[in-house]
């Protein structure tokens, strides 16, 4: 079967860097997505990673190694507003993005 | 900026009553999607469409219809609910499967089936 890993919680201190970490076994890999999401609001897109590496957007970045099926996302100098869950999906073989549970991000002061 | 909206937000039936749920997005894309997220569980894809006029059966389809009659809406119809179809369902919208392209999605319509 298909199956993504990601840690349920997590807590950091705003201003610190924390690294969420994704694993996965899917029929097939086109590509990685990592999404943000808000309590009570939509998914929002952050990053794409399908070749290995890492890729930096500002404050994120988010590294993929397609031979170990693993994925995190970095985030640094941490806000009060980066609580939130964050969520990997991969899309698989058939081209259907395939969802992790999502990891609860909690930032203390 | 709309991109994805969905209506109503919130509802709550009883067992056995029927609702549609409706998404539309001027993003003019082609591919959408109807998710459901329940709690400790990723998204799950009930039903996408690749086109108008197209629907196709995801994840999780049984108690669910669709249709996709114009290319800016997505209906999804519950004919007979039931008390494990309480969720949030989220519609998405994509320019194409290209791996690349990302999903938009719109807010969320919490449903609560009594």
């Known amino acids: 079967g298909q199956n993504i890993d990601q840690p349920t919680e997590m807590t950091a201190t705003e201003g610190a860097i924390v690294q969420i970490n994704c694993t996965y076994q899917t029929s097939g890999f086109n590509g990685l997505f990592w999404y943000q999401q808000h309590a009570g609001e939509a998914p929002t897109f952050l990053s794409y990673?399908?070749l290995d590496g890492l890729e930096e957007k500002g404050r994120f970045s988010s590294f993929l190694s397609r031979s170990k099926g693993y994925s995190y996302l970095l985030l640094k100098e941490l806000q009060m507003k980066d609580s939130a869950s964050y969520l990997c999906a991969v899309t698989d073989s058939n081209y259907q993005l395939i969802w992790g549970a999502g990891t609860k991000l909690i930032i203390k002061p | 900026n709309a991109g994805v909206t969905q209506t109503p937000k919130f509802r709550v039936l009883k067992t056995g009553q029927s609702m549609t749920l409706l998404c539309a997005q001027d993003?003019?894309?082609?591919?959408m999607y109807w998710y459901r997220q329940d709690p400790g569980m990723g998204l799950r894809l009930i039903h996408y469409s690749v086109g108008e006029g197209t629907t196709a059966k995801g994840e999780v389809p049984d108690g669910y219809n669709v249709s996709r009659l114009k290319k800016q809406n997505f209906l999804l119809g519950l004919e007979s609910a039931a008390p494990s179809q309480t969720s949030v369902y989220f519609c998405a919208s994509s320019a194409g499967t290209e791996a690349y392209q990302p999903q938009h999605f719109g807010d969320g319509t919490r449903l609560s089936i009594l």
């Open positions: 990673n399908v």
């Open positions: 993003m003019n894309h082609e591919y």
